[in-house]
Nanobody
Framework: QVQLVESGGGLVQPGGSLRLSCAAS????????MGWYRQAPGKQRELVAT???????NYADSVKGRFTISRDNAKNTVYLQMNSLKPEDTAVYYC????WGQGTQVTVSS
């Protein structure tokens, strides 16, 4: 069972950028799909973006054009580049590869 560790969260002003990383405990080469999800206070966890082993990506409508998911199989890491951040992007962001990481907090506020 792969273990996941997210990092890169923090406090950023509206319009700013952050890059989240999800480091896996073993090779992700054979993991078909990996994804980022987020959960805001009082809300259900929701899909942000997914990426397959072939590089196909899928995004929630709310982040299309602003967020980019990528994976580096050599580093066993999945990334989420977040640009033009909005206050409504504030949430705990989780990585998923069949298991969940512990999450990393992203706060967008002036």
């Amino acid at each position: 069972q792969v273990q996941l560790v997210e990092s890169g969260g923090g406090l950023v002003q509206p319009g700013g950028s952050l890059r989240l990383s999800c480091a896996a405990s073993r090779s992700i080469f054979s993991i078909y799909a990996m994804g980022w999800y987020r959960q805001a206070p009082g809300k259900q966890r929701e899909l942000v973006a997914t990426i397959t082993s072939g590089g196909s990506t899928n995004y929630a409508d709310s982040v299309k054009g602003r967020f980019t998911i990528s994976r580096d199989n050599a580093k066993n890491t999945v990334y989420l580049q977040m640009n033009s951040l909005k206050p409504e992007d504030t949430a705990v962001y989780y990585c998923n590869a069949g298991t969940w990481g512990q999450g990393t907090q992203v706060t967008v506020s002036s």
